[in-house]
């Protein structure tokens, strides 16, 4: 049952030709940043893209880490400063709050600017942000080595939410400006509906492009933690309608209850990118 490597690529290769973009889940630990390191060196013109805090990228090819955009062979790597871009947008938001009240401005402007990073849903956002900058970007294929599970299904969980939302928002503001205008108070154009609007074409382009032109690879190691967690996800992804396969990495035995993994990638002490 065991794949050596060039047959791993060859089913990878196979499985590649019908996606633009990639997707490595699991568990931290078990081998997504190889594995995906391992696929972009396969293709000619492809993105290689880190949404790990901790970049294992640059560690792994011994690049330089306080760069974010850098060339490995024929690959582009993106390693984005999240810490960075967290702080960015929490300084943009407490800008916003102190706008709207004049009072945490003369109070508490440093308290807030402090906290604003450690906030649920700001790390999130500024990850949201980087996979809808990239996806659309010019390259053959694009792929992400995303973070530890939890926090990678609250990312795409996020997608499908925020599309049902802002869909929501979208029908109901049109029905009040449909009831303002048998009142006569019909305005030419309205700011909050091209809010809406904007954010709804935005889920609308990228989803698709999610469920249609995506696969998600699980990869998990032979131990029980791991195994269970791709079950979890497997579940995740199934229930969302995404397109994934299975892969057992750093396997050193075969076994019967390995046949539902899609590639098993043998224990090897150090890959030769």
């Known amino acids: ?37 391992l696929l972009s060196q396969h293709f000619k013109n492809a993105l290689l893209i880190s949404l790990d805090p901790a970049h294992n990228i640059s560690d792994i090819l011994n690049l330089d880490i306080k760069k974010e955009h850098k060339n490995y062979k024929e690959t582009q790597i993106y390693e984005p400063d999240i810490d960075k871009l967290i702080i960015k947008r929490s300084i943009e938001i407490a800008k916003n709050f102190e706008k709207i009240s004049p009072l945490i401005s003369i109070f508490e402007p440093v308290a807030i600017r402090e906290n604003l990073p450690y906030l649920p849903g700001i790390e999130e956002e500024v990850i949201l942000e980087i996979i809808f900058d990239t996806i659309d970007k010019n390259y053959d294929k694009i792929i992400f080595d995303m973070p530890p599970t939890g926090f990678s299904l609250r990312i795409i969980n996020l997608i499908f939410l925020r599309k049902k939302i802002f869909n929501f928002l979208y029908k109901q503001r049109k ?63 199934k229930k969302r309608k995404l397109k994934f396969k299975r892969i057992l990495n750093m396997s050193e035995k075969e076994h019967e209850s390995l046949k539902e993994f899609d590639l098993i990638v043998p224990y090897i002490e150090k890959f030769d990118f």
Do not use: A, W
């Not at 699991?26 to 190889?34: F, P």
């Not at 609308?204 to 979890?232: A, G, M, T």
């Open 1 to 37: 049952m065991k794949k050596s490597i060039k047959e791993f690529l060859y089913i990878i290769d196979k499985l590649s030709q019908n996606y633009k973009y990639f997707f490595f889940l699991g568990k931290g630990g078990v081998g997504k940043t190889t594995l995906s390191i």
């Open 175 to 237: 029905k009040i400006l449909t009831l303002r205008k048998v009142k006569g108070e019909e305005k030419k154009d309205d700011r909050i509906l091209g809010k809406i609007k904007k954010e709804k074409e935005k889920y609308d382009r990228i989803l698709p492009k999610i469920k249609n032109n995506s696969i998600f690879f699980i990869v998990s190691v032979p131990q029980k933690p791991s195994l269970l967690e791709s079950e979890r996800i497997k579940k995740f992804l």
